[in-house]
């Protein structure tokens, strides 16, 4: 029986963020982009997007008088990724 | 056009193995403490056979307070360039302040402790290195963690002065020459 996917990871970009950031404790902006080839626009709407929904932290700070962002993944963030990696293999082996 | 299941996780996986491959080079700090730690031992061991026992502690006290110094501006030079932390960059935080208490508690007993200060010193630094070596999966500083160990054991066999000779061969195994390793295997993976 297919499982109705999370729409808020159901998103490429999206996707690769969390991914990543499960594997991290923290990462900056800067990595993030690096990574997932995003531009910075793209990338800040969906930090923002994935905020909103309570998956990820964000933290504004400064180094060396620039800003500096770092995000951090959310216990429901990491709890909606392992339900959204569950339903995703219901597609590969229907049972 | 929509990606198939088999696209998410493949992308899953592939960001997972690009996460993982982030590690921050901490090899100079463990060359630090290493030759900090060998010159001072050798040193004091020196100044014992030349009979200057009352100022063979001195390459301690002008090394230790220099190398922490340095530890701190090396740490901050890091903090700078690191734009991940990983779990196991946290795990190692814990790790080496649990060490640098442990350490600090069996240096200020050292009067009771006695001839045991070196063996228990090492017992320490097999710990730290031990588990770090297991921590980032590398061999050197796991089997650099045993040196320390086995050392600790023969440290108890010892005269004290010889006690700084083991001290140093301890520190050349488990920081100096993983210190290196360490050093090379970062650069082949920047």
Same mark, same amino acid.
């Given at each position: 029986? =297919?499982?109705?996917?999370?729409? *808020? ?6 996707? $690769? *963020?969390?991914?990543?950031? *499960?594997?991290?404790?923290? $990462?900056?902006?800067? =990595?993030?982009k ?16 994935l905020?909103? $929904?309570? #998956? ?5 700070? =400064?180094?060396?008088k ?6 951090? *993944? ?5 709890? $909606? =990724?392992?339900? #959204?990696?569950?339903?995703l ?7 | 056009? /929509? ?8 992308l ?5 193995? @690009?996460? &993982? &491959?982030e %590690? ?5 700090? !463990? +060359? ?20 200057? /026992? ?11 307070p ?12 890091? &903090? ?8 196991i960059? @946290?795990?190692?935080? %814990? +790790? ?9 508690i ?6 009771? +402790?006695? /001839? ?5 010193? +090492?017992?320490? %630094? ?8 297991g921590?980032?999966?590398? &061999? ?21 002065? !010889? ?11 488990a !920081?100096?020459?993983?210190? %290196?390793?360490?050093?090379?295997? !970062?650069?082949?993976?920047?």
């Open positions: 029986m =297919f499982k109705e996917l999370d729409p *808020i990871l159901h998103s490429q970009l999206r996707l $690769a *963020i969390v991914s990543l950031l *499960i594997s991290l404790d923290e $990462a900056e902006f800067s =990595f993030l690096e990574k997932t080839n995003a531009t910075s626009g793209n990338i800040s709407v969906q930090l923002e997007k905020k909103e $929904a309570g #998956y990820i932290d964000i933290k504004k700070s =400064f180094r060396n620039y800003p500096l962002t770092t995000c951090k *993944i959310t216990k429901k963030g990491i709890q $909606a =990724f392992e339900t #959204y990696v569950k339903d293999k219901t597609y590969l082996d229907p049972k | 056009m /929509e990606n198939t299941p088999k696209q998410h996780l493949d899953i996986a592939e960001m997972i193995q @690009t996460a &993982r &491959r %590690y921050n080079d901490s090899s100079n700090i !463990y +060359l630090l403490w290493g030759w900090v730690v060998s010159i001072a031992s050798i040193l004091q061991f020196i100044l014992i056979q030349m009979h200057h /026992e009352g100022m063979s502690g001195i390459g301690w006290v002008v090394l230790i220099a190398a922490l110094i340095a530890q701190i501006v090396m740490m901050m030079k890091m &903090r700078k360039k690191e734009k991940v932390q990983t779990h960059d @946290t795990i190692m935080g %814990y +790790l080496w302040t649990a060490f640098g208490v442990s350490l600090g069996v240096l200020f007993s050292q009067g009771k +402790l006695q /001839e045991n200060t070196f063996p228990m010193v +090492l017992m320490l %630094y097999g710990i730290g290195t031990f588990v770090s070596g921590a980032i999966q590398f &061999r050197a500083l796991i089997i650099g963690g045993i040196c320390c160990w086995v050392v600790a054991i023969a440290c108890f066999f010892v005269p004290v002065q !010889y006690q700084l000779l083991l001290l140093a061969l301890a520190v050349i195994a !920081y100096i020459i993983p210190g %290196y390793l360490l050093k090379i295997r !970062y650069k082949k993976n920047v």
